[in-house]
């Protein structure tokens, strides 16, 4: 009787056991990209992770806040990838890798093209910026529980995030 007992609690534990580790826990700012190219030919990627507002407040609980420099994502600093050379609201910018930050401040939204791409995403140095561009937020037609970018075929690249929305032409 002991044996069965022993060999039943085993088969348990390791039952237990696989299962738990055959459980893949969501991490809480998952990976997402979008890439499109724009009917100017230029391919536009973005790689980034996608955090939640989960009740909090943008600006206070969670970023941006005004007058921090934010990567425009979570974790890694957020991968801003152009074909070819191209203009960003009227200014140029070389093809190639850049990390996506923003500055807020009173609704103006800056977004910084940094040269430094593969990095952790609080890593910043404006001696490293690319470009500098600045908008005005608005609010979105929806609220965006997860922030989202889009990039549309006129190359209108969109930030969504809680009721901001905030965006730039690639041309």
Known sequence: MKKLLFLLAGFCFVIGV????????????????????????????????????????IGKDVEPRDGTVWRAGANKTTLFELSK???????????GKYGLHVLTNNGDWTFIFSKKWDQWGTE??????????TVKSTKPAKFAETLTYTISEKGRVALLWGGHEAGFTVK
């Open 18 to 57: 696989s299962a738990q580790n055959g459980e893949k826990k969501k991490p809480a700012s998952p990976p997402a990209s979008v890439s499109k190219t724009t009917a100017s030919g230029v391919t536009i990627s973005i790689n980034y992770s996608q955090p939640s507002v989960k009740g909090r407040t």
């Open 124 to 133: 910043y140095n404006e001696a490293d910026d690319a470009l500098r561009v």
């Open 85 to 95: 050379d191209a203009s960003i609201d009227g200014k140029p910018l070389p093809a």
